[in-house]
């Protein structure tokens, strides 16, 4: 059992109106297990690249193969509480590197673990995460637009990608934390 919980609000940047969830997780997870609870907790399917960026600090899986690459911290070694230690810390975790998916990550609280409440846990939010491989900020924008749009000559391709329909206000709390509940950190070695 955690002996504390950071309580952290994420925030999907450059969509309006936001995108955002608060929730509950175990003070020391490593970013690596933090990943896939964010993953989850906003709505992604998860299996692409990602990274965090924290004081200046670039927190990621080694990446052996890229000698370009800036320097990083492996992030399966960074804990939440030691990279985020207060209140009002902040960092930024970008998903999907290719589509450009940033979030900003805040510290509201710092507290003791509750024995009677099983973590990470979702405590609100607000609207729908994007589908997955849209396009980032731009791409989803255009996809709402289609959407909107019955008579649209894309709306029938675009409703079947999607597997027959989107809302992009639905959201549930309940819902979201059993989704990061199981979430499992994604494993770059393994061969989908």
């Not at 934390?177 to 979430?183: D, L, N, S, V, Y």
């Not at 494993?187 to 989908?192: K, L, Q, R, T």
Request: charged share 30%; hydrophobic share 35%.
């Amino acid at each position: 059992m955690a002996a504390t919980v950071h309580r952290l609000k994420i925030t999907l940047r450059s969509i309006r109106p936001p995108i955002w969830r608060r929730v509950e997780v175990d003070s020391t997870l490593t970013l690596y297990e933090l990943s896939a609870v964010l993953e989850a907790a906003i709505g992604w399917l998860g299996g692409h690249l990602h990274a965090y960026e924290a004081d200046g600090i670039t927190y990621e899986l080694p990446d052996e193969d890229s000698s370009f690459r800036r320097p990083t911290v492996d992030e399966r070694k960074a804990r939440l509480n030691k990279v985020l230690p207060h209140v009002g810390a902040k960092m930024r975790f970008d998903y999907d590197v290719g589509d450009g998916w940033s979030h900003d990550i805040i510290v509201e609280a710092v507290e003791p673990a509750h024995a009677d409440i099983d973590y990470p846990q979702c405590l609100s939010g607000k609207r729908a995460c994007p589908p997955d491989d849209c396009g980032g900020p731009w791409g989803y924008s255009e996809l709402l637009d289609i959407l909107a749009n019955p008579k649209h000559p894309e709306y029938a391709e675009r409703l079947e990608w999607l597997g027959g329909s989107y809302n992009p206000e639905a959201f549930d709390a309940n819902e979201t934390t059993e989704t990061m509940r199981g979430a499992e950190p994604w494993d770059p070695e393994f061969d989908y």
